[in-house]
């Protein structure tokens, strides 16, 4: 079975601060992650995933994740957050269950950005 | 750019009702998924789709059902309302080709059931 956790419900960070968002992960085989934020009363959009390769992701607004083997984690970082980047983000990881990917999300952590 | 659409943002529906909601998306995607999202429970999967007529139980199918027809729209269906259906639910689709894709959201449906 696999799993991912988001240890932190609400992370807050001043703006202009970096920010760092953490999930870790469990699965049996490689993993594939993704990191998706969703706005107030929008659907989810895709930031950013790992598949193979370089362990540092970039993605869109400027985040991106680090992928690391031994820790199990894949968190997200930003060097410097905006309050627009406030939002709740959701960590997912899935690994191929014959034809499909099936997919599990993290309970979601709340990013506030203070101005 | 593609496009997820659901049929209603906001639904109040009372129990015992039998609930639509249908999803719509214009990439010609082969998969698409129904979740619902409470907070502190993240995402859970109730039902997806591979290809059209085909559908598999997710991790919570108990209470709804899926239909899907035509390659671009999937519907979930509530039999009868209860209280504890009442949620936000996520439409998703992806292609299915070889590479690891991404999800794409809809904007959600709030369903409150009275």
């Known amino acids: 079975a696999q799993s991912v956790a988001q240890p932190e419900d609400q992370v807050n960070v001043a703006e202009g601060n970096p920010l760092t968002v953490k999930c870790t992960y469990s699965?049996?085989?490689?993993?594939?992650l993704f990191w998706y934020v969703q706005y107030p009363n929008r659907g989810l959009q895709f930031l950013l995933k790992y598949i193979t390769g370089d362990n540092l992701v970039k993605g869109s607004y400027g985040f991106e994740a680090e992928f690391n083997k031994s820790q199990t984690s894949f968190h997200l970082k930003k060097p410097s957050a905006l309050v627009s980047d406030s939002a709740l983000y959701f960590c997912?990881?899935?690994?191929?269950?014959?034809?499909?990917?099936?997919?599990?999300f993290g309970t979601g952590t709340k990013l506030q950005v203070i101005p | 750019d593609v496009k997820v659409t659901q049929s209603s943002r906001y639904l109040v529906k009372r129990t015992g009702e039998k609930v639509f909601l249908e999803c719509v998306q214009d990439m010609d995607h082969e998969n698409m998924f129904w979740y619902r999202q409470d907070p502190g429970l993240g995402l859970r999967l109730i039902y997806f789709?591979?290809?059209?007529?085909?559908?598999e139980k997710g991790d919570i199918p108990e209470g709804y059902s899926v239909s899907r027809e035509k390659k671009e729209r999937f519907s979930l269906i509530l039999e009868s309302a209860s209280t504890n259906q009442t949620s936000m639910y996520l439409c998703a689709s992806n292609p299915s080709s070889g590479r690891v894709n991404e999800q794409f959201f809809g904007p959600g449906t709030r369903l409150t059931v009275l």
């Open positions: 699965v049996s085989g490689n993993p594939y």
């Open positions: 789709s591979y290809d059209v007529k085909m559908k």
């Open positions: 997912a990881v899935s690994q191929n269950s014959g034809g499909y990917q099936k997919v599990t």
